[in-house]
């Protein structure tokens, strides 16, 4: 939306006017790069956080008994748990921890377990060159992975 329109300092200027001081620091949200202790305290005295981890290279937003299906993550079994290291983003409805890639993993300590290894319906993929006799049809089932997450603590 901002990026509609050309000069984005009148719109700043407009913002600044159009919202009264008392009502700015209402609506104010913390992010911060790097985590001190102060911080870690107050995104853990929240009542629900999340984190954006990284999970067989895709990035995830996950909170506390999530179910995440992800691809199939062959070096594991079913009951294996699994420490998600690969953290970008820890954060809260006010607080913000953001990574550069990661978070420290100091910081954080979020487990996994793998509940299952499954496959998606079937796919079919279809071929075909027109005028030349050529029609091929390929089916496929996706493997996935299902994950539960048990346990997302922020070590304050």
Sequence with gaps: MLSA???LGA?????SRAV????????????????SQGLLTKLRDQL????????AGRPLLI???????????????????????????????????KGAPFVNEKYY????????HTK???????????RKNYKRTIEHKQTHTVLRI????INA
Excluded: C
């Design 63 to 97: 909170t506390k008994n999530d179910k995440v299906v992800v691809h199939r993550l062959k070096d594991v079994n079913v009951g294996d748990v699994i420490k998600l290291d690969r953290v970008r983003e820890l954060g809260s409805k006010d607080y913000t921890i």
């Design 20 to 35: 009264a001081p008392s009502t700015q620091s209402l609506f104010t949200r913390s992010v911060q790069t790097d985590a």
């Design 150 to 153: 048990n346990n997302l603590d």
């Design 120 to 130: 998606s319906k079937l796919i079919r993929i279809v071929k075909k060159k027109r």
């Design 109 to 116: 300590n979020i487990s996994a377990t793998v509940i299952e």
């Design 48 to 55: 629900r956080y999340y984190a954006i981890a990284e999970i």
């Design 5 to 7: 329109f050309k000069g």
């Design 11 to 15: 719109l700043k200027n407009f913002a």
